[in-house]
């Protein structure tokens, strides 16, 4: 399957759309986020590279059985350290690779299925899950550059992504936030959604956030003004550092050596107060 039309694609398997199916390629938020954080060198070396997790493939394992979309589901029958274990897992290497399936420990699906089943059992998400369609591809352009984006759920008025997480109060969203950029996937999404007319740009994208110990709590949040539209600076910056790269195929790493005099953080000086002169100290109630 190949897109050279914007557009959005239902029931597009996975591994197509991980792989990318805008030929030349095309910018996720993903990607969109390592640019953000890291030279362009090492964003695409990360992106290369990149492991799932056991916390990210618990929450692919969890989309399936939560939304009834997703890779599919490998339980493994034997401990991975044994002869059969790693016969087992040489045998699925290639769909785990290419994101067509998640291998899971019995223990985990008996977890993810917990996780399914209090999803279903919170009233307005399962009116959510009814009334949306999910695991939607959209695709569309920003001047020269293709950018695509995977909706987890889909309606004629909102979109939403669903999380696994520790904490799912306000201060977990928080600090996931900042820890993985959910504002700048939000803004992201939000702006294919604007690009192809879809109604649901008009309101923000939900995160549907599930913690992953019993009783498995669900919370939905949405990120503020002031976040989003740090994340479209962002995402601006990002598409512009992708255009540059793919049209110059030059994807460079630090500019120039900094020899410069480089300062303490400031958290520095209140963890060691105690033993730092307050002279010396910045942050001293003491200095004038």
């Known amino acids: 399957m190949k897109i050279t039309e914007p557009g959005l694609v239902r029931d597009m398997p996975d591994e197509i759309y991980h792989a990318d199916p805008v030929p030349g390629g095309s910018l996720s938020s993903t990607f969109a986020r390592l640019l953000t954080e890291h030279v362009p060198a090492k964003a695409v070396e990360r992106r290369r590279n990149r492991k799932p997790t056991k916390a990210m493939n618990l929450g692919k394992a969890a989309h399936l059985h939560a939304l009834g979309a997703g890779p599919e589901l490998i339980v493994w029958q034997y401990d991975g ?11 699925a290497s290639f769909l785990i690779e290419s994101e067509a399936a998640v291998g899971v420990t019995q223990a985990e699906c008996d977890q993810i299925l917990g996780m399914a089943e209090a999803l279903r059992a919170h009233p307005e998400v399962a009116t959510i899950l009814d009334a949306s369609t999910s695991e939607v591809s959209g695709f569309w352009q ?21 999380k696994t997480c520790e904490d799912a109060t306000s201060h977990g969203f928080e600090k996931a936030m900042a820890s ?10 939000q702006r294919g959604l604007a690009a192809l007319g879809h109604s649901a740009a008009k309101t923000p994208l939900r995160f549907i956030c599930q913690e992953t110990t019993a009783p498995y709590l669900v919370q939905i949040h949405t990120c503020d003004e002031l976040a989003m539209e740090i994340a479209t600076a962002l995402n601006d910056r990002a598409i512009e550092v992708y255009d540059a790269c793919k049209k110059s195929d030059q994807w460079p790493g ?3 050596l900094e020899p410069e005099p480089t300062a303490l953080p400031n958290y520095y000086f209140y963890r060691h107060a105690a033993v730092i002169p307050d002279n010396l100290n910045p942050f001293s109630e003491t200095v004038a």
């Not at 350290?81 to 045998?91: L, M, P, Q, S």
């Not at 993985?180 to 999404?189: M, S, V």
């Open 180 to 189: 993985y950029g959910y504002h700048q996937q939000a803004e992201f999404y």
């Open 254 to 256: 630090f500019s120039e």
């Open 81 to 91: 350290r044994t002869k059969d274990g790693k016969a087992e897992r040489a045998a």
């Open 142 to 162: 920003e001047s020269s550059v293709w950018c695509r984006a995977r909706y987890d759920l889909l309606n004629d008025d909102d979109a939403f992504d669903y």
